[in-house]
């Protein structure tokens, strides 16, 4: 009911309601903002969604009927220890990239801006550099009579050669090479959101700077480290072609297990069942990491 | 200025409805704009104001009802098509662009030639008196000179309506001013209409030819500053509008009293809950004026010196509390008592205003 | 100075000394072995002997003037472009059309867009393997255009939506209400204003295709055999060092990209 002290409302006097019209036309403009998401869409699922899907499809059958055998054929002592080394080795992996990244991404979060982008760069450049690339050059370095081995027999440190590579300790300096950026970008990014006035307060409140480190900016900095560690953690776990080649053989992923499954033996459902357990994880990680970081901007205050 | 319904350019509304599930945004709006009119919408934040603004925009989509414009029903026709100024909050001027170029924005669409849109740019922006700032970029400029230049893209293509979205909300004050004064001198230049949304009551007082008070997704008023002022519909016209006092006040059968006292008034006033009391229309008693006026006996409770005028706080003798105002003239001043002294007050049967509940 | 207070909590550069040394080693490790390549790439030895003995170009010549490896860089260069030309288009429709939606769905929609990065490649590999040996795609330039355009779309899309939801909407209401339609509001206002954010997720869909292994490796070949497979192989299979020479000129793109990527943000840094 409208109050006026004014002349009587223009228009019809039995106004005719065209709730459906407007409707209509509503859902007409919000299909046009969905069919530009369309064609990325349409592309995606059909390469990804389809084969993923297929292979699930694939993962349940055997000689034409449903069948739960090629799971159960993971739940032996061979597989096992894929998956135990697999989840060791990223394991590893992740906690040294805490450790060597945090410092890292620390430093820079505290520096001036222009000291920090230069560092910046130091950490791109790896992040833009081809895979392959960074994998061959650890294969030179690490080898007998690579750099290192070179260096530290030159310097009296060690008589005989080490075997840094292909064997667990090369795949694991690789590793950690390709997923540090991935540790310190997001770090990073987290570190500098944290306000310093918290630690002007612990200082002002009698605390040393370490313990004002320990006891304030080490508690806030720790969402950004999990955020860090679990994408670290699940692209370990889905990772390939470094083990390949720097493992000599000695190290089998998941996902090389995969691939021999498919393109060695050509047995589509071992090698579909053990694709749909890794995406089962790889799955339920991500939707962690999306919880973890939605909280973490609660916190951040950023 | 009386409104003009001819209906030639002007602005018809009828049942408009916007509803975001069971929250009514906008409740059967009925308005009629005349052409030429500054009509305002006035209200307090979520008062559905500026959906309504948006609807007739055409950003937001009424959930039912009508906006018609020379008879032509506006529901299918995007905003793009309207062919309305609009003027936002923060100016919205295109940084990518300097401020020829953003003046020149509309007339660009409109694929307008190149002489034609130089002449009428330049023509803008000598309304605005920004002529000289044509070449520089929008991030150089101040808040007053975006805004200027963002009424000159906004008329530059000669709109049938004009649209303003409480556009000096982000200015301060003595700015505020003579942007109002400026905006109302260019809509009575260009004769055209105007839809104006503010929160600020004296903003709309100064400038509007008709005020639409909005709450609640309605309209809880409708009509001139002076017809809002002193007559208010309801007690939440009152209290937004200007400073008031509302005495609650009974009834006794086809009369009202305040605390047993008869109340003299002017105006039939069905429903009535309230006194509304403007605190500058109170005076001081004087013998003689009991025909025409009301007496109300109180003591003074706090003197307030306010600059220009005298906030005088009074306790009636039923133990409510009542604001008066006077100028600080020195026959006020003497004549004014300390406080716990008795004062005697005399309101004029005119400036009784009786309103029902508004359910602010 | 190094008696000088480093923080706000009065800590000293040299009680940190031991951090900036750490950090000088890390980034060292980051940095170092990327460049190692080089200076063997002109080594005139078949082994990876460092620092190599004897200099030479031979195994740049090797690298140039082979069919293989120029073809394989050919596949790999116009896969790239071809890549970016489709997922920069189809990301920025897909991040500009999502933001603007009222769709329910619209979060769901979003999942589906980012799922490629999320999905292990190698599950993808494979897939896709099945389906395109159904299509006929194995061997193509097209599969592996449209394969790596599936990769490279999240970036862009993640890229251009976060631009996008820092990007005032009141601009493109301002440009539809002088007389601009959504689309041309969107050309005209927004698309230039995020235009740093296209280029970057531009340059991600670029570099992702150029260096894409798992998926190249399984569905390319013959006449389509993109460089990284090419280099995937030589690598497990011989060292031929013709790969330090291809890493080499690998390298130098990075470094362009790199390059790239400092300016642009640099620019809009300074806007």
Redesign the interface.
């Known amino acids: 009911m409208t109050a006026q002290s004014d002349t009587a409302p223009a228009g019809n006097a039995v106004p005719d309601d065209n709730t459906r019209q407007l409707a209509a036309a509503g859902r007409g403009e919000t299909f046009r903002h969905f069919a530009l998401t369309f064609p990325a869409l349409l592309l995606i699922v059909v390469l990804v969604f389809g084969p993923v899907g297929w292979l699930f499809w694939l993962s349940l059958i055997e000689d034409g009927q449903f069948s739960l055998a090629h799971y159960q054929r993971m739940w032996t002592a061979a597989y096992f220890e894929i998956f135990s080394q697999t989840f060791r080795i990223s394991l590893l992996v992740t906690g040294l990239a805490i450790l060597v990244g945090y410092p890292l991404a620390y430093l820079m979060s505290q520096l001036p801006r222009r000291i920090a982008g230069l560092m910046m760069i130091c950490v791109l450049l790896p992040f833009w550099t081809s895979l392959l690339v960074r994998t061959y050059a650890w294969m030179v370095l690490l080898q007998r009579r690579g750099l290192i081995n070179h260096a530290l027999i030159g310097t009296g440190v060690i008589e005989r050669p080490l075997a840094l590579v292909n064997n667990l300790t090369g795949t694991v300096i690789g590793m950690l090479h390709i997923m540090l950026p991935f540790m310190i970008l997001p770090l990073f990014a987290s570190l500098r959101t944290i306000d310093l006035t918290y630690m002007r307060s612990a200082s002002n409140l009698g605390a040393s700077p370490i313990r004002a480190y320990w006891t304030v900016f080490f508690p806030l900095s720790l969402p950004g480290v999990f955020a860090g560690a679990i994408l670290v953690f699940v692209l370990c776990l889905g990772v390939y072609v470094t083990p390949a080649l720097l493992g000599g053989g000695k190290v089998v992923m998941v996902s090389m297990k995969i691939q021999q499954n498919a393109a060695l033996y050509f047995d589509w459902g071992a090698a579909s069942s053990l694709g749909v357990i890794l995406l089962a994880i790889t799955v339920v990680l991500f939707w962690l990491l999306s919880r973890l970081t939605r909280i973490e901007t609660m916190f951040g205050g950023g | 200025m009386e409104a003009e319904l001819n209906g030639s350019t002007g602005l018809s509304i009828s049942g408009l409805s916007k509803h975001y599930g069971s929250f009514r945004a906008l409740d059967a709006i009925d308005l009629a704009i005349g052409a030429g009119e500054f009509m305002t919408l006035l209200g307090p934040s979520g008062s559905g104001k500026t959906t309504l603004l948006m609807t007739i925009a055409g950003f937001t989509r009424p959930t039912k009802g009508h906006i018609r414009i020379a008879g032509r029903d506006l529901a299918a026709v995007p905003p793009h098509k309207r062919n309305f100024g609009m003027v936002f909050q923060h100016y919205s001027l295109f940084p990518h662009l300097n401020v020829a170029e953003n003046v020149a924005y509309p007339l660009r669409m409109r694929r307008m030639s190149r002489t034609d849109t130089e002449q009428r740019v330049a023509h803008a922006l000598d309304l605005v008196q920004l002529r000289h700032l044509s070449d520089q970029r929008v991030g150089n400029l101040s808040g007053g000179q975006k805004q200027r230049i963002a009424l000159a893209r906004a008329i530059v293509f000669e709109p049938d309506v004009l649209l303003m979205d409480e556009p000096l909300s982000a200015l301060d004050k003595n700015l505020r001013e003579q942007m109002q004064f400026e905006i109302r001198s260019l809509h009575d230049r260009l004769g055209i209409t105007t839809v104006y949304v503010t929160h600020d009551q004296r903003e709309a007082l100064t400038m509007s030819d008709r005020i639409a008070v909005i709450n609640h997704g309605r309209i809880a008023q409708l009509g001139t500053p002076t017809d809002l002022y002193n007559r208010p519909a309801d007690s939440f016209v009152a209290e937004f509008l200007g400073e008031s006092t509302l005495l609650p006040i009974e009834r006794s059968g086809v009369d009202y009293t305040l605390s047993g006292q008869p109340l003299r008034h002017d105006h039939s006033a069905p429903d009535a809950r309230y006194l509304m009391v403007r605190p500058e229309k109170l005076e001081f008693w004087e013998p003689g004026l009991e025909p025409t006026h009301n007496r109300f006996n109180g003591t003074i409770e706090q003197k307030v010196f306010q600059g220009d005028s005298l906030q005088i706080r009074i306790r009636l003798a039923s133990g409510q509390q009542i604001v008066m105002r006077r100028p600080a003239r020195r026959t006020v001043l003497d004549r004014i008592g300390e406080g716990g002294a008795e004062i005697a007050l005399a309101l004029h049967s005119d400036d009784t205003v009786l309103v029902p509940d508004g359910a602010a | 100075m190094l008696q000088g207070n480093?923080?706000?909590?009065?800590?000293t550069h040299l009680?940190r000394l031991w951090?900036?040394i750490?950090?000088g080693l890390?980034?060292i490790?980051?940095?170092f072995?990327?460049f190692?390549?080089v200076p063997?790439s002109f080594s005139d030895s078949r082994?990876?002997?460092?620092?190599p003995k004897d200099w030479s170009l031979r195994w740049y010549i090797n690298f140039l003037t082979s069919p293989e490896w120029r073809a394989a860089i050919w596949v790999s260069l116009r896969a790239a472009v071809y890549t970016t030309l489709l997922a920069t288009p189809?990301?920025v429709?897909?991040a500009?059309?999502?933001a603007?939606?009222?769709?329910p769905a619209a979060r769901a929609?979003v999942l589906?867009?980012i799922?490629?990065l999320?999905?292990?490649?190698?599950?993808?590999?494979?897939?896709?393997?099945?389906?395109y040996a159904r299509l006929n795609l194995v061997h193509t330039m097209t599969g592996i255009v449209?394969?790596h355009?599936?990769l490279a779309?999240p970036f862009v899309?993640v890229t251009v939506s976060s631009a996008l939801s820092h990007f005032?909407i009141?601009?493109e209401?301002?440009?539809?209400?002088?007389?601009?339609?959504?689309l041309?509001?969107f050309m005209?206002?927004t698309l230039?204003?995020i235009s740093p954010a296209v280029m970057s997720g531009a340059l991600f869909a670029f570099?992702t295709s150029?260096?894409e292994?798992?998926i190249s490796s399984?569905i390319s070949g013959g006449e389509n055999t993109t460089l990284?497979k090419k280099?995937?192989s030589g690598?497990?299979d011989e060292?031929d060092p013709t790969?330090?020479a291809v890493?080499s000129f690998?390298?130098g793109i990075?470094?362009v990209?790199?390059l790239l990527?400092?300016l642009m943000s640099k620019g809009r840094n300074d806007?």
Request: one cysteine or more.
């Open positions: 480093a923080t706000d909590t009065q800590i009680q951090l900036y750490l950090c890390i980034l490790y980051l940095v072995p990327i190692i390549v063997l082994f990876m002997r460092f620092p189809l990301g429709a897909a500009w059309g999502l603007r939606s009222r769709l929609l589906a867009v799922s490629p999320i999905v292990p490649v190698i599950i993808t590999a494979i897939g896709l393997f099945y389906l449209l394969a355009t599936c779309i899309f005032d009141g601009y209401r301002a440009a539809r209400s002088l007389g601009a339609s959504q041309r509001a005209t206002v230039p204003q570099f150029l260096d292994v798992v399984i990284t280099m995937f690598l497990r060292l790969i330090a890493s690998l390298i990075s470094l990209i790199l990527a400092v806007d």
